[in-house]
């Protein structure tokens, strides 16, 4: 009798689906934070690179006065 029983919750469980939007957001939130860790480092250094050239462009153009 009892394998009767979890034979039809067995069957019951696999044909639910609530559980499996939480498990596509999921996966969706891994592969945007997989996307952000192999792309942060080169925005960064782009970023960096660009405020570099923005500082050495003003630095040229009005030297620091001494005084």
């Given at each position: 009798?009892?394998?009767?029983k979890?034979?039809?919750?067995?069957?019951?469980?696999?044909k639910?689906?609530?559980?499996?939007?939480?498990?596509?957001?999921?996966?969706?939130?891994?592969?945007?934070a997989?996307?952000l860790?192999?792309?942060?480092?080169?925005?960064?250094?782009?970023v960096?690179r660009?405020?570099?050239?923005?500082q050495?462009?003003?630095?040229?153009?009005?030297p620091?006065?001494?005084g």
């Open positions: 009798m009892k394998a009767c979890m034979k039809k919750w067995l069957s019951a469980f696999m639910e689906e609530e559980g499996a939007s939480g498990i596509e957001y999921a996966l969706i939130a891994a592969m945007v997989l996307i860790v192999a792309f942060i480092e080169p925005i960064s250094g782009a960096g660009i405020f570099t050239s923005i050495t462009a003003l630095e040229t153009a009005a620091a006065s001494s």
